[in-house]
């Protein structure tokens, strides 16, 4: 690990907690073990989440997860699913839960700055009559997450207000190089730019279940 000069590195909880000051009570308290039917409203509106999974190593890996609002299914109050879709078959996140099912869930809402957690313990499922729900332009998933829920709660908007994520005059997609730029440079240096540029244009999104 890089050594910094002048870096100060906190090691202990204790010194932890003394920097940052007590949780605050409302913040103690709202976590809870099951779903309410606002967390339910919450998810059939959601059309995206962050999965966050660690291996039995401890490497991590965070995977976003978006379909149409409402693609995590609400099996019952302690029990959700989520479908699997066509992606680069890396699969980093299911390998993490093959051996270590904790998972951690962040559902976003577009334009809302607060977001809803659930954390909990998941499993892979290769088939399940709830499968038939999870039919987006024909494509039945081939496999789903289901989750067990240890928590929930929803989360303060600081972080997306601080970064004016939603605010259309902060955006400028043209900051960076473009995907197939990228692509180019570090992951498929082989193929041409023209290449890389047909790929991930217009007709990559038809491709989104195919």
Known sequence: MAQVDGMVEITSESELRELVG??????????RTYLHELDKQWLAQS????MATAGADGSCDVSPKGDPA?????????TIAIPDRP??????????????PHVGLLYILPGRSDTLRINGRARLVRDAPFFDQMVVKGHRPQLALVVEIDEVFHH????FLRSALWKPETWDTEAVPSRARISKALDRKDESLEDLERYYGPQYAERLYG
């Open 22 to 31: 007590p949780v605050q009570p409302n913040a103690a308290t709202k976590v």
């Open 47 to 50: 059309p995206f989440c962050l």
């Open 70 to 78: 409402g693609f995590t299914l609400v099996l019952d109050d302690t």
């Open 87 to 100: 992606g680069n078959r890396r699969v980093d996140g299911f390998h993490n839960i093959l051996a270590n």
């Open 156 to 159: 303060c908007s600081k972080a």
